[in-house]
């Protein structure tokens, strides 16, 4: 965002009031009201609304922001994240009444991201006997009956498992780092 003078900041927050926080209008309005000047773009008047309301502060101070580093407002997002790890930033952000782009950026700044947990089945020493045996049982089977791999419905649709179908789509786990986790469950894949 291009730097705007206190002046044109004041006059910014007076034409986002006046819009009753529409940024579309406020934009408008200032573009009537000061034609001479140059019109900010529409998310600079949500932007310094927001700005001026979490920290008080009309325009970005590099060096000394106290909403960037408030150490307890920090310490409360961490700790929501700790509490549930799968939460997402919305509802933290919600609940600690911050905005999104404050709880993204703790977690960015602590080196927290959201990773999609990618489950894999675990191994055991008997496996890789099991899974020969069962590569010569197709073989033998497709020379008996060449019918028999066409008959299989070969899918991943959906997985169900005796716990249920599962769908992991928009599950995620905040984390410094990617944890895997070993699956021991019978699962079949259908469409």
């Not at 002046?7 to 940024?23: C, K, L, P, S, V």
């Not at 307890?72 to 929501?80: K, P, R």
């Not at 191994?123 to 019918?147: G, K, M, Q, S, Y």
Request: charged share 25%; net charge positive.
């Amino acid at each position: 965002m291009a730097e705007f003078t206190s002046h044109e900041q004041a006059d910014i927050i007076f034409m986002y009031g006046r819009a009753d926080g529409n940024a579309s209008l406020a934009r408008r309005l200032y573009q009537e009201r000061y034609p001479n000047r140059r019109v900010p773009n529409v998310r600079v008047f949500s932007n310094t609304y927001r700005r001026l309301s979490e920290s008080g502060i009309h325009h970005a101070e590099p060096a000394v922001n106290p909403a960037r580093h408030n150490v307890n407002v920090e310490e409360q997002i961490l700790a929501a994240f700790e509490a549930d790890p799968t939460t997402s930033i919305r509802v933290v952000a919600r609940d600690l009444n911050l905005s999104i782009w404050k709880v993204w950026s703790t977690m960015h700044n602590e080196k927290k991201y959201p990773f999609h947990g990618t489950g894999v089945q675990g191994l055991e020493e008997t496996d890789p006997a099991r899974r020969i045996r069962f590569c010569r049982f197709l073989l033998n089977a497709d020379i008996d009956d060449a019918w028999f791999l066409k008959s299989i419905l070969w899918t991943d649709e959906s997985k169900f498992s005796r716990e249920g179908i599962t769908n992991f789509h928009n599950l995620h786990e905040w984390a410094a780092i990617q944890i895997g986790k070993n699956r021991f469950l019978f699962k079949v894949n259908f469409q």
